[in-house]
């Protein structure tokens, strides 16, 4: 078996999973015999992705959910056999809410996921004033932006929508997924699709109005998929279900396993060996690498090979976030608590950024004589309540819940999650960056980076790059084959 060829992947989150998922998949498609090893310094698999099961709670610490509009996750689910587990979102009046000048108001169903493709619910969302709508109008007749410098998120949707718009509609969403200020965000990298709307239609409405009319039809043979989707007993079954599968076809798995350092040493002309320096002094030695681990991790680890790389890895900054559930007894929270949740505008300066009701918006999590709730606290500019212990945090985020929402009751079950320097940032200029990193890298085949902190934070795209990796390794492997 002289001819099997080696590979590690450093992290044991969704990315690197998936990432030794795909290249076994890949590999035995080009007939390339390889030993894969996973290694992670937690004593668990997943990363961000926990599910705590407590009684009849079912709680998730970090994401509780993925987008079906995005393929990659809905793919590896059918490949696992996890199909039939996939639950959407449960059948509800109203959706979400936006809390903005002392209450709560339905947000429009089309800015969900920041598409406004649908004017009617605009204009009766009464989030903006007459003046904020005429503005928004506006985007219809402004000139198109011809620069191909990167913008931030903030100054876009200035630009196309209005301050007023931006404020108390927009922004409230973006915190919600980045946990980040769009003052410093990169339109480019993380909503491209913007830049193109503006540019083939010369208006994000009409663009997004004519995305929707010339949308794929819905295919019989496909279940109907809400927005978000989750699995019946949590996300946690994904990873379990990884794991099981890598084990079954090979893949060493390595938890609590630290690595101290890589060391590069040629063997032939152009290739090289990647020796992984665990802790113990144990070595492992491959003929390609995958750290998926968080970029401030991979600069430490790749400083020694590259200072530019490490420097470059540095410049891409982390939020620190945390997560707060709290159970209630049902009857004592029934007229406050509708729809799914709600999010918190920056410029309402409150330390809520948003609030989920749970067990409203997905089935089987929580007995029916209670209601879970979980808070999201954090991100850029707002992590000084972080600095608040366990008692004191949820005490704030009580009163936060009394103030915004009226819930007073006091809860039957609360679990704490803290996720320190866990939310990458694609700041202004990010994919330039990115495109510096390769060329600092270029020397090193087979080393290859992939992870959240590049070209997306959810979980489809955490997915997808960890597969577009695995796709590089391969090549590689069968280059040095030839």
Known sequence: MSNVRTVAVIG????????????????AAAGIPIRCTVVDSAPVWGGKIVTHRVGNLVTEAGPDSF????????????????????????????????YSHGRLHELPEGLVVIAPNQLGPFLRSGLLSWTGLARMGLDLALPVKRSTEDESLAAFFR?????????????????????????????????????????????IIRGMMASKKDGPPATRS?????????????????????????????????ENCTVDALRVRSHQPGRWMYDVILSGGTALSVDSLVLATPAY????????????????LELIPYASTATIAMAYPRASVSNAAEGFGFVVPRIEGRDLIAATWTSLKWPHRAPPDQLLARCYVGGVGRETILQLDDQALVARVREEMADICG????????????WMKAMPQYTLGHLERLNQLEAALSRYGGLILTGAGYRGVGIPDCIRDGAIAAERVVRYLSGERS
Do not use: W
């Not at 689910?77 to 109203?94: A, P, Q, S, V, Y």
């Open 12 to 27: 044991g989150g969704i990315s690197g999973l998936s990432t030794a998922f795909a290249l076994h998949e890949q590999a």
């Open 67 to 98: 987008l079906s509009q995005k393929p990659a996750a809905l793919d590896l689910c059918k490949k696992l056999g996890l199909t039939d587990e996939l639950i959407n979102t449960n059948e509800t009046g109203k959706r979400a809410s936006v």
């Open 159 to 203: 630009r196309r929508l209005g301050r007023q718009a931006f404020e108390r509609m927009l922004e409230p969403l973006m915190a919600g997924i980045y946990a980040g200020d769009a003052e410093q965000m990169s339109l480019q990298a993380t909503f491209p699709r913007f830049v193109e709307l503006e540019q083939q239609y010369g208006s």
């Open 222 to 254: 496909s279940p109907k998929r809400t927005m978000f989707i989750s699995l019946k007993n949590g996300l946690s079954d994904l990873v379990a279900s990884l794991v099981r599968r890598l084990t079954d076809q090979g893949v060493t798995l390595k």
């Open 297 to 312: 991790v991979s600069a430490e680890l790749v400083r020694p090979l590259t200072p530019i790389a490490g420097g470059l």
């Open 407 to 418: 819930v007073t009751a006091e809860p039957v079950y609360v679990e704490v999650n803290r």
